[in-house]
């Protein structure tokens, strides 16, 4: 997003990203945690960016969705069914940190304490033993 675009007046520092990869390093660099609000393409890939980093060690910062009108209610019923089928990790799952107004949502991003499970072992096991029999494409 250019600064030009920016309508009104903002707080802070602007910053001026040429594209989404320096985009999602500005956020990883400047963002103590990341907070979406009902959105499309961009905003799903900045959610998962930011999720699959914290898989990858990268970072240990949570994820607030600002779950207006329960927005986020199918993203999240499908983040419990990966978890329940070993696609993600609990630990990961609990980044996902959900509420319906914006204090709520600071409330539990201000009590969050992530604490990684550097286990991969819970997940790959059932994974492959799912998959065993499967033909890979």
């Given at each position: 997003?250019?600064?030009?675009d920016i309508i009104g007046k903002t707080n802070g520092e602007e910053l001026a990203i040429s594209g989404?990869?320096?985009?999602?390093?500005?956020?990883?660099?400047?963002?103590?945690?990341?907070?979406?609000?009902?959105?499309?393409?961009?905003?799903?890939?900045?959610?998962?960016?930011?999720?699959?980093?914290?898989?990858?060690?990268?970072?240990?910062?949570?994820?607030?969705?600002?779950?207006?009108?329960?927005?986020?209610?199918?993203?999240?019923?499908?983040?419990?069914?990966?978890?329940?089928?070993?696609?993600?990790?609990?630990?990961?799952?609990?980044?996902?940190?959900?509420?319906?107004?914006?204090?709520?949502?600071?409330?539990?991003?201000?009590?969050?304490?992530?604490?990684?499970d550097l286990s991969t072992s819970k997940l790959i096991g059932p994974l492959m033993k799912r998959t065993?029999?499967?033909?890979?494409?």
């Amino acid at each position: 997003m250019a600064v030009t675009d920016i309508i009104g007046k903002t707080n802070g520092e602007e910053l001026a990203i040429s594209g989404m990869p320096e985009r999602l390093t500005a956020m990883l660099h400047h963002a103590d945690v990341f907070i979406a609000l009902p959105g499309g393409f961009g905003t799903l890939d900045e959610i998962f960016t930011m999720a699959s980093w914290v898989q990858l060690h990268i970072h240990e910062k949570p994820i607030g969705l600002l779950n207006v009108n329960k927005f986020y209610d199918g993203l999240l019923s499908f983040l419990d069914h990966a978890q329940k089928n070993y696609y993600i990790p609990p630990s990961i799952r609990k980044i996902f940190i959900s509420a319906s107004s914006p204090h709520e949502l600071i409330a539990q991003l201000q009590a969050f304490n992530y604490k990684p499970d550097l286990s991969t072992s819970k997940l790959i096991g059932p994974l492959m033993k799912r998959t065993s029999n499967a033909e890979l494409i």
